[in-house]
């Protein structure tokens, strides 16, 4: 049969058509324009280029050295510096521009430690409502190196309710000897050397006077004005010293 | 007949304006890569390190739930690290609870939600209940990689899976796709947005940041191609398990420890 010539110049111009069309596809549109590699490659860089944050465990040991000492020894030696001070690359490269922050705030210990009956059996937890509450968790525990506060063994040996009372207390970390002055036969013969008690409302006076006797008393302690608050009776008859109670 | 003529002329007029093109856009984009898998330049190091190459390293991450107690510090400096909105419902990794009941019901919570329902567990006897940190499993088979209609989403020749941000058009099939729920759509670049094992930090030889900040070391990273790595001896001291092992996705991350009823 023979074919029109019409149709073979039609399939010549489709065959040319295609021809230019893969030639135009593979060979003259540069592969930057199709390839994914190129593409991707430039995605990568963009993602390596991004910032960091967060400097990493050893980047606070050159500068910090006490703390990061500290804190090898103690409960907190897997806890890194930046899950609690927050992300401190900038600081690392101007630590005198940027401090990271330092968290005292009571809510936030807990985030880690409030009892949780889906957390690890074993793993430190309390109840924060119930466990000494009002008080930031660092009054009583050093972020770097928390341990249950210790009160002197020795006086707990004997009068372990009153150290129990005071650990829980505002004054848990006020030693027994700053209010009594103990000699040391008490702890051989307790009834034959009799510790000292407190006598004046000037003795509380040095740490919770209004006034300028509290001057070196630390600056937590709520202050009264010493010749109103309280009439003329003795402080401890109303404010029991090893839980005293003021805000109500 | 003339038309043609002068189609045939324009065409020859096209050509030789595409290969300039082309040459241009040639110089442009510098010499050509081998075509390889893509990954970082391997450049020289001023420190005189040895310049990273991504081939030498195949990442993944081993998670022990037992260690994990769902304090969330995660899911917080991961936000932190990668500029992730800071509100409810973007997550490049989060923490589960689970609470099976006495009945077989499992309840599910993401935690890093924020709000604490705490009396789910009370109403139901608890069997177990315990946490489970999420993030993309950088699978070795992702079913979100084959979705992309645009080759936006790849793997680096070092086994992470991200997102050529550039060439995404936040279609949300990948979103859809994920077997792990690990993507989200960024609400201001309106592209997937999803876990690089913090890529910019591993090729600096940091740890993610999520693992920089887990307080009981229960997430562990490393990598697979290296015997000595944490994550090597990881994956050899405990019975390790993957989400969904069914879907055939092939996960880079690795559970110790991983309850049956988790999904």
Request: glycine residues 6%.
């Amino acid at each position: 049969m023979k074919v029109p010539e019409q149709v073979r110049r039609l399939a010549l111009l489709i065959a040319i058509l295609a021809g230019v069309t893969l030639l135009a596809r593979f060979v003259l549109i540069p592969r930057a324009l199709v390839s994914t590699d190129l593409h991707w490659a430039e995605a990568v860089q963009r993602e390596v280029a991004k910032p960091v944050k967060f400097a990493g465990a050893v980047a606070c040991q050159d500068c910090h050295e006490d703390v990061v000492v500290k804190k090898a020894k103690g409960f907190h030696k897997g806890v890194t510096c930046e899950t609690c001070h927050g992300p401190a690359a900038k600081h690392t490269e101007e630590p005198g521009a940027v401090t990271p922050p330092a968290p005292r705030d009571r809510r936030f210990c807990p985030a880690c430690h409030t009892y949780d009956p889906s957390r690890p059996t074993g793993f430190p937890q309390i109840n924060p409502t119930a466990h000494n509450p009002l008080k930031p968790c660092i009054s009583c525990h050093n972020a770097h190196d928390p341990v249950p506060p210790r009160v002197p063994r020795e006086c707990a040996a004997c009068h372990a309710q009153i150290e129990r009372t005071k650990a829980v207390s505002s004054h848990a970390l006020i030693a027994c000897t700053t209010c009594h002055k103990a000699p040391e036969r008490h702890k051989s013969a307790p009834r034959a050397a009799l510790p000292s008690k407190p006598e004046t409302r000037e003795f509380c006076g040095t740490c919770h006077s209004a006034g300028t006797a509290a001057k070196d008393a630390p600056k937590e302690a709520p202050k009264v004005d010493l010749s109103t608050h309280g009439g003329r009776s003795l402080c401890w008859e109303c404010h029991y010293p090893h839980l005293p109670e003021g805000r109500t | 007949m003339n038309e043609r003529r002068a189609f045939l002329k324009g065409a020859i007029v096209f050509f030789p304006a595409g290969g300039i093109l082309s040459a241009l856009a040639r110089e442009a984009a510098g010499a050509e890569s081998a075509g390889g898998p893509p990954g970082p330049a391997p450049a020289g190091q001023p420190n005189g390190k040895k310049a990273y190459n991504p081939a030498d390293h195949l990442y993944g991450m081993g998670i022990e739930i037992d260690k994990c107690i769902g304090c969330n510090r995660c899911a917080v400096a991961c936000k932190a690290e990668n500029d992730v909105p800071d509100v409810p419902f973007y997550f490049r990794t989060w923490v589960e609870r689970y609470t099976i009941a006495r009945d077989a019901e499992v309840l599910v919570e993401n935690i890093s939600l924020g709000s604490r329902k705490e009396t789910a567990q009370d109403v139901r006897e608890v069997l177990r209940t315990f946490f489970v940190p999420k993030l993309c499993n950088h699978c070795a088979n992702p079913p979100c990689v084959q979705v992309c209609p645009v080759k936006a989403t790849f793997t680096t020749a070092d086994g992470a899976v991200i997102v050529d941000d550039k060439r995404c058009i936040g279609c949300r099939y990948c979103i859809q796709a994920c077997p792990y729920g690990a993507r989200y759509l960024h609400p201001k670049t309106k592209t997937a947005d999803k876990c690089t094992f913090c890529y910019h930090r591993v090729v600096k030889g940091l740890q993610p940041a999520c693992v920089e900040v887990c307080p009981t070391q229960a997430r562990v990273f490393g990598d697979l191609k290296s015997k000595a790595s944490r994550l090597v001896r990881f994956t050899r001291m405990n019975k390790i398990h993957v989400l969904k092992p069914q879907l055939n996705t092939e996960p880079k991350v690795y559970y110790a420890q991983l309850d049956g009823e988790v999904r």
